[in-house]
């Protein structure tokens, strides 16, 4: 484990090459869905690495930047599993990862919805490393049960958006998702992600546009009602539904229709914060429980 491991107070930690190899294969894996998320392009008003989509505040190298300094953070988070550790645990790790993020960006918000809902999947498979969880119970369900009430009792920060968007929509957010067990990762995003393989073969990046547009179908996600409300919510749902039920990426000109989109959300100033997020946390799932290479 890093040194920031020792930080975590009356814990034993695990030092040897062998936990300290996999936290670090585990972590490097979450960094790269982060990563392979933003080298995605078009994602209805969200950053790539082809524009900043209905940011002017980011771009993808502070995406880079920030995926790259929570490595070591999710490798926390996998020890922390490992030690069949509590939420308020993660939750101080967590805080961590957040102001090393801040530092990293400039006090930007690039990834702290990921920083919780990929750190809690990194912790999962922690629990399975470590003897807690069996291998055969999906990593989100792994969360559910071991944190999913801590996830829903903890803390609230009252200024967040999520907290706005909960509280005046009444909005589930990360947590509802997290402590659910990432229903939009395995009804949507994983489905999706077979289904365009199948529409799109050869190409990884397209496969990654569908798995967006299903996630944003369906995600209430609090970032677009923070940003555009609930008339904001329902038209990028609709626009997203409509590029699947016109073939999604199986159609042809989907790259024209997918960028119309994109245009469409940057026109409102919407960004599916969420959907993203999710999109990594797919591709992170996929890999660990398909044994898909990225
Ligand atoms: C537990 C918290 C993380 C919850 O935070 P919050 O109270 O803010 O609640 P949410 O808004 O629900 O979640 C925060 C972020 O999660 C993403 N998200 C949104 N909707 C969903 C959803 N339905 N399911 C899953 N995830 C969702 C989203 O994060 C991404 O977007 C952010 C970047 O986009 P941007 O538009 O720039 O966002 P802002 O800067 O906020 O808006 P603008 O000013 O630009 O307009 C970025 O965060 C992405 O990751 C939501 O933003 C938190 O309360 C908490 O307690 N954290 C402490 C640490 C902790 O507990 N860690 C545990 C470690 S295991
Ligand atoms: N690519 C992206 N653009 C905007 N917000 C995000 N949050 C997570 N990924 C994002």
Not at 15 to 27: G, K
Request: glycine share 12%; with cysteine; proline share 4%.
């Amino acid at each position: 484990m890093n040194s920031r491991a020792s930080a975590i107070p009356n814990v034993s930690v695990d030092n040897s090459p062998r936990v300290r190899s996999f936290q670090e294969r585990i972590a490097a894996l979450a960094e790269r869905c982060l990563r392979l998320e933003i080298e995605t392009w078009p994602k209805p008003g969200l950053v790539s690495h082809i524009d900043t989509g209905s940011h002017t505040d980011m771009d993808a190298d502070m995406f880079r930047r920030s995926a790259s300094v929570l490595r070591p953070y999710f490798a926390e988070m996998v020890g922390a599993g490992m030690r069949d550790e509590s939420m308020s645990i993660l939750r101080k790790i967590g805080l961590r990862a957040e102001r090393a993020m801040l530092h990293a960006t400039g006090g930007v918000n690039t990834h702290r919805g990921a920083i919780f809902g990929m750190g809690l999947l990194c912790a999962a498979v922690g629990l399975r490393e470590g003897g807690h969880a069996d291998s055969q119970t999906p990593l989100g369900l792994n969360v559910s049960r071991r944190w999913g009430k801590e996830i829903l009792a903890g803390p609230r920060l009252p200024d967040s958006h999520g907290e706005m968007a909960g509280s005046r929509y009444g909005a589930g957010g990360a947590r509802q998702e997290a402590a659910q067990g990432f229903p939009c990762v395995y009804q949507i995003g994983l489905p999706a992600l077979h289904d365009a393989a199948r529409l799109a073969p050869g190409n990884p990046e397209a496969v990654r546009v569908q798995a967006c547009f299903a996630l944003i179908a369906v995600l209430e996600d609090t970032n677009l009602l923070h940003r555009g409300g609930l008339d904001g919510l329902r038209f990028a749902q609709q626009a997203a539904q409509d590029f699947l039920d016109q073939g999604g990426v199986g159609h042809t000109d989907w790259l024209g229709r997918a960028e119309a989109i994109h245009q469409a959300f940057i026109e409102r100033r919407l960004s599916p914060g969420g959907a993203a997020d999710l999109l990594a946390m797919s591709l992170f799932v996929m890999e660990l429980e398909e044994e898909v290479v990225l």
